[in-house]
């Protein structure tokens, strides 16, 4: 595929070596959310390397319906958790998606390309799309468009422009990350920060706040040029984009040295696999290697710091927080990262309860809590109905918990959940760790 077009050309062959280690013990399907939802088979991880294996050994032809079959799979990975035969189902979900490329119609992969080429790599048009979108809401351009559209909401055009609106969270004011922060320990590393695309626009202040957090630990906080990472690109089968992003910030990054830490989980998961966007022998297969060691997600960092700076003024706290942790597809799943993120709740809230001389932050273990919500990067664009359905079983554990805070460690979760606490009414708020983490250490409550 060449810079100008999006993929038209036939993609290789699924790795049969891939296909062949699952040995279809149905371990999968609980884990899988579309399974869940839908009950069936061919919506399954085994299912959809069934229709794989079908395809490879000349049994059926890649249709349109295989390719819905394959394209309905969130990506969230919970079926490799699950596995005991250690299925690499990223990689088999990486290459089914290149192929389902090429079967996607152009006027719906076009557009998506040119947005995943132009829009997300480009920091000024991010930006100016982030203002117009703050002056829409700030207008109340968009609850009068809510309002005149209502009569004809059950219009397919019109639904899903009202559904978009829904995802939408209160855009913050914008404020570019200076490119160097002191930070208090001098004789710890230097950090360099990935502040991602979409996460800057839509959750800048939760950048600032994980700047500050990381200054606490670090001689000093870098925010170097950089680009999106690619993740977008490759799970809609652009694997050529994928890769010249992935070269862009290799390149970037390449004069540095030290960890570059990441507040978005679906990066950090993407620029960790960089390595397999190239082959072995390819002289950036080894600089995606040393890349990819340096990269470390938020609270896999922060874990393995000691903060004792801490907020006194928890009287602040008008009453008690619940709260329940989301954990993100592509920390737990994909990174693997489990145990981080609770630690450092748990340590938050030993020691805000410890000065408030009583309980004002309490732990609740939310069922399924590495149940995928739904968002999976664009999935809840694509596949409205299914992105439904997935979201409300999430929702109906969040409302039996009764927690009054969610946090979690990854944009698109936090535009799901507050799209599906916002359509029930809920009053729950959803945080980012690192503005949950900011109360205590940075003296914001």
């Not at 371990?27 to 919506?43: K, Q, V």
């Not at 950048?207 to 999106?228: F, Y």
């Not at 490759?234 to 570059?260: P, W």
Request: with cysteine; charged share 20%; proline share 5%.
């Amino acid at each position: 595929m060449d810079d100008k077009s999006p993929s038209t050309i036939q993609q290789p062959l699924i790795d049969q070596n891939l296909l062949n280690a699952c040995i279809h013990c149905g371990l999968c399907l609980p884990a899988c959310p579309t399974y869940l939802a839908t009950g069936r088979e061919l919506e399954s991880p085994r299912g959809r390397i069934y229709l794989l294996n079908l395809w490879q050994q000349g049994k059926e032809p890649f249709s349109d319906r295989m390719a819905e079959h394959l394209d309905s799979c969130l990506g969230c990975f919970g079926c490799q958790t699950a596995c005991p035969s250690g299925v690499n189902y990223e990689a088999i979900f990486n290459q089914a998606k290149a192929q389902v490329n090429t079967v996607t119609p152009f006027w719906l992969k076009f557009p998506r390309y040119l947005a995943f080429k132009w829009l997300l790599p480009n920091d000024a048009l991010l930006k100016l799309a982030g203002n117009f979108l703050r002056f829409w809401q700030q207008s109340r351009a968009d609850k009068a468009l809510n309002l005149a559209l209502a009569p004809f909401a059950k219009v397919w055009a019109i639904k899903e422009i009202l559904r978009w609106q829904s995802l939408m969270p209160a855009i913050p004011t914008h404020k570019d990350l200076p490119s160097s922060n002191i930070g208090t320990n001098e004789k710890a590393e230097a950090v360099y920060l990935f502040k991602g695309c979409i996460m800057d626009i839509f959750y800048n202040q939760v950048n600032r706040e994980s700047i500050g957090l990381l200054a606490l630990s670090a001689s000093s906080v870098l925010v170097p040029k950089q680009t999106c990472c690619g993740a977008l690109a490759l799970h809609s089968g652009e694997r050529q984009l994928a890769r010249r992003l992935a070269q862009d910030n290799i390149d970037k990054f390449a004069h540095s040295s030290g960890s570059i830490v990441v507040t978005a989980s679906g990066c950090a998961a993407m620029l960790k696999s960089y390595p397999e966007l190239f082959d072995k022998d390819d002289e950036w297969h080894d600089k995606a290697k040393v890349f990819s060691s340096r990269i470390q997600d938020l609270p896999e960092f922060l874990a393995k710091r000691d903060f004792s700076i801490l907020n006194k003024n928890v009287n602040n706290l008008t009453k008690p927080i619940s709260i329940g942790y989301h954990a993100a597809c592509h920390l737990s799943h994909a990174q693997g990262i489990r145990l981080a993120p609770k630690s450092l709740l748990e340590n938050f809230a030993q020691a805000i309860n410890a000065i408030a001389g009583k309980q004002v932050i309490k732990l609740i273990p939310l069922m399924e809590e590495e149940h995928c919500c739904g968002s999976a990067g664009i999935y809840n664009l694509g596949h409205p109905v299914l992105s439904e359905k997935i979201l409300n079983r999430k929702m109906e554990m969040i409302k039996n918990s009764g927690v009054s805070t969610i946090v979690t460690t990854n944009p698109g979760c936090m535009l799901q959940l507050e799209a599906g606490i916002k359509q029930q009414g809920l009053d729950i708020q959803v945080l980012h760790l690192a503005t949950m983490l900011s109360k205590a250490y940075l003296n914001s409550f």
